[in-house]
């Protein structure tokens, strides 16, 4: 056979992701695996020898196509000529899967061993399929450069299996070449007789390596210098991109297309890092996880990203990346940025002291209180901090495990296969001395899910980072504290971009991936109880932006800000600098540098909503917190487009809010309401009472002024017809501005219904304006409220989540110290809840908030499909117990625990059914709803304190069992309204408008 021109093949195709679909394709062509081999090595061997002129799946798909004709051409000849059978190809021997299953494994350890540069441009070239010029460019390189990295990556990927395995391993010789390369006709040969005895997908990709390296090692072509695409495919005139842009603004328009090209950043390398751990007493820490993260984006890192410090502390990476990190523990401390290392062979040293926390011995049990091996003890803040992403412990055989410098205003969790994770257990409630003895009860079964993130064509992403969110925030307690909830759980892919997660409660879950060069992907994952679900993740390619931001004048803007988004942003708060993030892995973010310029990336094909800001700073005049500017684009799979954004006012409008003395009412929310109500602009009053809006659409607009009751009725401020760039406007209340008066305080003592300290307590102080107050000193029962203005007040003693005694309300004077005594509490007592789903079916999951009477503060509980909830720690009083959820009706009933501990609730299924409200002008006051039935029951009451009378109608829509009521709306200032309606079972959301009067 002759030789190929070595220029007929200047580089391979995408072959990562063309062997996996030609195995797909070959799946529905021939039976046996090994048939289903010959037919894409045959493919493959003739897309090598004979390339057409373009290479293209389309051609790959028919080749195969007609190969497996002709294999099935021959088998038939064989069958009718042949007169002695040949016996039915044997299964693998034990060996030759042993030897198959190393092969793949030492493969992936010597690609992940080798050294940087190399490491990343053999993974971009041969995982991620780049082509040299494209790695050249992305890097910042010469193609001659990343040419010779390849060469020498792949020198010394062979060495480190020769090592492993010697030259005696048919095959392994001719699979990586040695650095004199073998003829193509040779390399050709031994290649594909490798393959035939290693069937796997890394085998070829391997083959694959050591043909492009026989290919390459001729002299290279002249490469062309990276240029920056200016629009989609072929780079167009100035005319044709800017009617690429032609959704975008006009300055953008303008200055789309004339961008300087901005510097490439050159590749960061790799160094060693060494992180030294100490426990709080300063002693060396061992197996604790060290995290790090990226400072630009503060994403974890895969791959070396987490290790456990040794016996002396040590959590020592060999290859972290030489760009500014962050390094965390995994209790949550963390010390950086760390700088990049002067040169590549320096070792930086970073030393992690953790903060003084609590030592725990707990134990996780199952259902039936049994101890529970195995098991991952994790951290629950409330946030999107990736305090979830690490295990602190696993639990022993009996369950049990042993924890120590954990931060005390966190929770502890457990997770395992097949259960939902258990209630965080707030470490904040744990009484006695350390260790603190916790039991951590996996009670729901649940589910698993395993996955996998591709890219285009099929081809696994290594190393993609993916995470399941669920947005479940803290919630805070009178004394100051929260009760955390588990947050995002994230984990990285392995090389064949393979994730599993273990023990994840039923239902559905936002799915979240990112991995570097591809666009951020968002989908869903369904988690059914005691299954194992599977989900394939697609990545496609980012593209990228870049250009120069600038002033009104044509300045260079450093510092500023230039955020994308796959959606349009709510302009609600983005005068006060309010970014929303959309995906846990936050969004792409980058900032200009001294000359103005920026690059930001990887951005998501078809749209993409870009927002530049200026530098935000405390010291900042309240005008540069809101100029911007934005625009909307359409970047195809890995395009470069460039914008040059200005950051000018625009149409704008300015004012001031004062009292009716003139005093400035500072800290205030205002709203600017155009026609559109999405488009709603917030801005915040500075100190001297002045709020100002830019880049306004040009039409009339509602400035509305958002203000709270404080204690008494206060009548709506707005100012309607109000037209950007026109005369400041003063917006004076009718109120004069709260009396500067002396603070008074209050203290007291908390005991149990035995005369003691009542011990996990904790105390607040509500006001009758709906404030609340925490404890400036709480201890050993006796607590303290200092700088505490005129009102009238409650003492609220908390147990846990849940509110145990609401003391009498009394009124506090002008600098007035009051002892308010002790507060005696009733005896402990549960409460057992029992519902009844006979008229909903199994399947739908209520809500329910358990509230003390007296106090608006309850505790949220989510029993799923669960017939029964217990309440543990409350006391004897009376309580309320509100519930509703998606189809059911919503409903309310009080409890009073001194004459019964058990009851049920009997769900019905309901309809949604709007009122709309509407008042005179100038209406204030406190406005009371109760729905009820035509013998008089009362179904629902709610009480808006405030902020009703700026929305004119005002509109609620509870969920109502099918049947007749009357609605009944008035205010503590005389309106009142009323009207009867009728639900009925399957309707439409019908709305009934009544007219206070």
Not at 118 to 144: C, M, N, S, W
Not at 408 to 434: K, N, Q, Y
Request: hydrophobic content about 40%; glycine content about 10%.
């Amino acid at each position: 056979m002759d030789s190929p021109e070595v220029d007929s093949v200047a580089m391979p195709p995408p072959w990562g992701e063309h062997v996996l679909a030609l195995r797909r394709l070959s799946a529905g062509l021939a039976r046996r695996e090994d048939a289903r081999d010959d037919l894409v090595q045959d493919t493959l061997l003739r897309a090598l020898l004979a390339p057409p002129p373009t290479l293209s799946w389309r051609w790959l798909a028919a080749t195969l196509r007609r190969r497996s004709i002709d294999h099935a051409r021959r088998a038939e000849r064989r069958e009718r000529h042949e007169l002695a059978t040949e016996p039915d190809p044997v299964a693998p021997s034990a060996e030759d899967i042993a030897l198959q299953l190393e092969l793949q494994s030492e493969l992936n350890a010597a690609v992940r061993a080798l050294r940087e540069p190399y490491q990343r441009v053999v993974y971009l070239r041969f995982i991620e399929d780049r082509t040299p010029t494209e790695i050249a460019h992305a890097l910042g390189v010469p193609v001659k450069t990343i040419k010779t990295q390849l060469a020498r990556g792949l020198a010394e990927l062979r060495e480190r299996l020769e090592r492993r395995y010697g030259r005696g391993l048919p095959g392994l010789a001719l699979l990586l070449p040695s650095t004199t390369a073998p003829s193509a006709a040779a390399g050709f040969a031994g290649l594909f007789v490798m393959l035939k005895k290693v069937a796997s997908s890394i085998a070829v990709l391997v083959a694959l390596l050591g043909l492009w390296y026989t290919l390459s090692s001729a002299p290279p072509a002249s490469s062309e210098p990276a240029q920056v695409a200016d629009a989609r495919g072929e780079l167009p005139s100035r005319g044709e991109r800017e009617l690429s842009l032609a959704a975008t603004s006009d300055e953008a328009r303008r200055s789309a297309g004339d961008a300087p090209a901005v510097a490439a950043p050159s590749a960061p390398g790799t160094s060693e890092l060494r992180v030294t751990v100490r426990w709080s007493d300063g002693t060396p820490a061992s197996k604790v996880g060290v995290r790090i993260f990226s400072a630009a984006t503060r994403r974890p890192l895969g791959g070396e990203g987490l290790l456990e410090s040794d016996g002396g502390g040590v959590a020592r990476f060999a290859r972290a990346p030489n760009e500014p990190l962050f390094v965390r523990a995994d209790r949550g401390t963390e010390v950086g940025p760390v700088a990049p290392a002067t040169h590549g062979d320096d070792v930086r040293e970073v030393e992690l002291a953790l903060e003084p926390g609590v030592a725990v011995q707990g134990r996780v049990v199952d259902p039936r209180g049994v101890g529970l091996a195995g098991a991952e003890i994790v951290l629950a803040s409330g946030g999107s901090d990736w305090l979830s992403v690490d295990r602190l412990a696993r639990s022993g055989p009996d369950g049990g495990f042993e924890l120590r410098d954990v931060p005390r205003r966190l929770s502890l969790v457990a997770l395992a296969a097949g259960f939902a994770p258990s209630e965080p257990e707030d470490l904040e409630l744990a009484t006695g001395e350390p260790p603190f003895r916790l039991e951590l009860e996996l009670t729901k079964e649940g589910g698993d899910l395993i996955g996998q993130v591709v890219q285009a064509g099929g081809a696994p992403v290594p190393f993609a980072w993916v995470a399941l969110v669920r947005i479940e925030r803290w919630t805070p307690r009178f004394d100051g504290t929260m009760a955390e909830a588990l947050g995002p759980r994230a984990l990285p892919c392995d090389f064949e971009g393979r994730f599993r997660f273990e023990g994840v409660d039923a239902g559905t879950w936002p799915l979240h991936v990112c991995a570097p060069g591809f666009a951020l992907a968002t989908t869903t994952a369904s988690i059914e109880r005691g299954r194992t679900s599977e989900v394939q993740v697609e990545l496609v390619r980012g593209g990228e932006l870049q250009g120069t931001v600038r002033d009104a004048e044509g300045r260079p803007v450093a510092g500023a800000f230039v955020r994308a988004f796959d959606a349009a942003v709510s302009p609600r708060y983005l005068g006060m600098g309010q970014y929303d993030e959309r995906n846990a892995f936050g969004s792409p973010t980058t900032s200009s540098d001294a000359e103005g310029r920026y690059r930001l990336g990887p951005l998501w094909p078809d749209e993409v909503h870009v927002y530049a800001s200026s530098p935000r700073g405390d010291d900042q005049h309240v005008d540069q917190r809101e100029l911007r500017a934005e625009i909307v684009l359409q970047p195809r799979a890995g395009e470069v487009l460039a914008w040059d954004p200005v950051l000018a006012p625009g149409p704008t409008i300015r004012g001031r809010v004062i009292y009716a003395d003139g005093t400035p009412m500072k800290d205030t929310f205002v709203d600017a309401k155009p026609s559109d109500p999405t488009q709603t602009r917030t801005a915040y009053t500075d100190e001297t009472g002045e709020f100002v809006f830019h880049n306004l659409t040009v039409e009339a607009h509602r400035i509305d002024v958002q203000l709270w009751a404080d204690g008494g009725a206060i009548a709506p401020l707005f100012r309607e017809d109000v037209w950007p760039d026109g005369a400041p406007l003063e917006l004076r209340a009718e109120r004069v501005a709260p009396e500067q008066q002396p603070k008074g305080s209050v203290r007291g003592r908390v005991v149990g219904a035995d005369g003691q300290v009542a011990e996990g307590t904790g105390v607040g102080l509500s006001a009758s304006d709906g404030l609340t107050y925490f404890a400036t000193e709480y201890s050993q029962g006796e607590f303290r409220f200092d700088g505490l203005p005129k009102e009238t007040y409650r003492v609220v003693v908390f147990r846990g989540d849940d509110v145990v005694h609401v003391a009498e309300a009394f009124e506090l004077g002008s600098g007035e110290e009051r002892d308010v005594g002790a507060l005696r509490l009733g005896p402990d007592a549960s409460l057992r809840v029992r519902i009844d789903r006979s008229r909903i079916g199994a399947e739908l999951e209520p809500s329910l908030y358990l509230r003390r009477e007296g106090s608006m503060i309850g505790r949220n509980l989510a029993p799923g499909t669960s017939e029964f909830v217990s309440i543990d720690r409350l006391t004897v009083g009376t309580y309320g117990i509100h519930w509703w959820g998606a189809g059911l009706a919503e409903g309310e009933r009080t409890v009073d625990l001194a004459a019964e501990r058990e009851v049920v609730l009997s769900l019905e299924p309901g309809w949604l059914h709007t009122f709309e409200i509407a008042f005179p002008a100038g209406a204030a006051g406190e406005l009371e709803l109760v729905v009820s039935k035509p013998d008089g029951t009362t179904v629902l009451r709610n009480v808006l304190a405030r902020g009703w009378n700026v929305m004119n109608p005002f509109a609620f829509g509870p969920m109502l069992p099918a049947g007749s009521y009357r609605v009944t709306a008035k205010t503590d200032q005389g309106l009142a309204a009323a009207a009867d309606f009728v639900v009925l079972a399957e309707s439409s959301n019908p709305t009934t408008r009544i007219e206070l009067k």
